[in-house]
């Protein structure tokens, strides 16, 4: 009788162990300073001494802070560009690429190298070719062509735009490859239908590679969003959010509060307007699925 | 006859496509052949010839000298740990949830799965700043493994979903014969189901083990003492002090990334395999 108790009891404990390390891990990490994330963002605290309950004023400044706006603004400019230029251009990589066979593997691979490169290395690279005395555009200007002699990373119109630049550089590449892989599992009626009907390439690609890797589509889309709120490293490495807040987007705002101003409170604040932000995005998203949208 | 002359007209079609790609090729990996050029050659040529091949002669002292500016023997060896660290970790942690979540019989797996996918989607800077001053407080700011206990957190969620992924593939037959031999539930996940997934740990493995390697913003956030620096926060430091000279920074460039790009062309299928699935996330 006990011993049935006893193994009764072990089958019950055993996959609960085997869980127990990463559920320990993620409580630790990340659920248990996420809550404490929403206990700090209502007090004014420096990250030493204790803490002192201020109710909503963190989240009151954050409605009347000109950074907040300009960082706002900037993340919804980098989700629009995001949205749309590294997704054009994997599509066409990965549309090109589709129908050859010789090089192929060649061409993914070429791509996708500045993928696995480390952000502050491609970073330091095109800082390096876009330098005002040094890089690309003095050089041009020597020999002729002067209009982008610009100091791109340095001027407050061109910094953020300059850094999107950079970081879709990196990032293209790797949707190539996603496209690709999920073309490749369109079926091949499906073209040979397209053809005998006498579609165009163009309509080839609208009329039947796009609805084929639909699913595919909309998942990187919705991670571009999600994503784009939370971009952080190319643009601290690069431009620190400036020259004058020009590059700033929340995820700096969030560093340089919390590490540079020691506003911890304000820091926890803007970080939960992030994750709110995220979680509207794919509450639209998944609503709109259980509406029924094909998306 | 008749078919060749197919195939050419084929490739003939195709002619555009190369061309488009090869443009895209250059637009890829120009800028790193720039790299590669610069770091070869000293600061007077690269003021003349900024893009070009080194075109006098090869100089080789950049890499000496950004290896002692970059201290490089130094945090080469700190991120060695903290990313054999952080690759052990994973696979133990997310191996024996994947093999709960796959083969055991485990109340709520359904919740708990939605649990993960969800704490993989917060954004870091909801949980960086309280975990800061909580590893402050623990004594594991400026301390390897305090980093590596974060990324195994990190990480894990993605790794368990992979193997998971391999596991429900195997059939119970070889679980149940070991059992039938008294093999306990640890030994038959150790000496079965890990050997049988060995190609899924060896993806979750690069995958983490590349992240680790090159992950910026919990690194800067958590090392600042110098004998502790990884390579992408001594590269960072390093970029900002010699960010000038153009050919030092590019052969530290080179130092830092050749390990990532020869695994990476040596065992490109599982990288690609392993990214595209897990790296939609970062």
């Known amino acids: ?295 | 006859m008749n078919s060749s002359r197919r195939r050419s007209r084929r490739a003939a079609s195709l002619a555009p496509n190369y061309i488009i790609l090869s443009l895209l090729v250059l637009f890829s990996l120009g800028p790193l052949l720039v790299m590669g050029f610069n770091s070869l050659k000293d600061n007077a040529e690269i003021a003349r010839n900024p893009l070009g091949p080194p075109r006098e002669g090869l100089n080789w002292e950049n890499f000496p000298a950004a290896w002692e500016a970059g201290e490089y023997s130094v945090s080469l060896r700190n991120s060695a740990v903290i990313v054999a660290g952080t690759v052990v970790g994973v696979c133990l942690v997310a191996g024996m949830a994947a093999y709960a979540l796959a083969k055991l019989d485990l109340p709520g797996a359904d919740a708990l799965t939605l649990y993960f996918l969800a704490g993989t989607s917060l954004p870091m800077q909801l949980f960086l700043v309280p975990l800061y001053f909580l590893w402050a407080k623990l004594g594991l700011v400026d301390n390897p493994l305090g980093l590596i206990i974060i990324y195994v957190a990190l990480f894990s969620s993605f790794a368990t979903f992979l193997l998971r992924s391999y596991m429900v593939a195997i059939p119970t037959d070889f679980e149940d014969a070991a059992r039938i031999d008294g093999a306990s539930d640890w030994q038959v996940f150790s000496r079965v189901i890990v050997p049988l997934t060995w190609p899924g740990f060896l993806t979750a493995g690069l995958v983490t083990g590349l992240w680790a390697w090159n992950e910026f913003l919990f690194a800067v956030t958590f090392l600042h003492k110098p004998e502790v620096m990884t390579v992408t926060i001594s590269y960072y430091n390093f970029a900002g002090r010699y960010g000038r000279d153009w050919g030092l920074t590019s052969a530290a460039s080179l130092i830092m990334i050749l390990p990532v790009v020869v695994l990476f062309l040596s065992l490109q299928r599982q990288f690609i395999k392993g990214l595209t699935e897990g790296g939609l996330k970062t």
């Open chain 1, 1 to 295: 009788m006990t011993t049935q108790s006893h193994r009764n009891w072990k089958r019950v404990l055993t996959p609960w162990l085997f869980i127990a390390p990463i559920l320990i891990l993620n409580v630790v990490i990340i659920l248990g300073p996420s809550l404490a994330s929403v206990y700090y963002s209502l007090t004014d605290w420096s990250g030493v001494g204790r803490p002192t309950w201020i109710g909503l004023a963190n989240f009151e400044r954050i409605l009347s802070d000109p950074v907040y706006h300009i960082a706002l603004i900037n993340n919804l400019k980098w989700t629009l560009i995001f949205l749309t230029v590294p997704v054009a251009m994997g599509l066409l990589g990965a549309a090109l690429l589709a129908p050859i066979e010789r090089g192929q593997m060649f061409f993914r691979v070429a791509y996708f190298i500045p993928y696995v490169i480390a952000s502050v290395v491609n970073a330091q690279i095109w800082r390096s070719l876009l330098h005002p005395l040094k890089g690309i555009g003095p050089w041009l200007a020597r020999h002729g062509i002067p209009f982008l002699n610009v100091a791109f990373l340095g001027k407050e119109s061109t910094a953020l735009y300059t850094v999107a630049f950079i970081d879709n550089w990196h990032w293209w590449g790797f949707l190539v490859v996603v496209y690709l892989a999920a073309m490749q599992s369109v079926s091949i009626s499906l073209y040979e239908a397209a053809r005998l009907d006498g579609a165009s390439r163009w309509q080839e690609f609208w009329h039947v590679t796009l609805p084929g890797i639909r699913p595919t589509l909309v998942f990187t889309l919705l991670m571009t969003i999600i994503w784009s709120f939370l971009v952080f490293d190319y643009i601290y490495v690069l431009t620190e959010g400036g020259p004058a807040h020009a590059s700033e987007v929340l995820a700096t705002e969030v560093f340089n509060a919390a590490f540079g101003r020691f506003e911890v409170g304000y820091a926890a604040a803007v970080g939960l307007t992030m994750s709110l932000f995220c979680a509207v995005f794919v509450g639209i998203f998944v609503t709109l699925r259980r509406r029924g949208w094909e998306i």
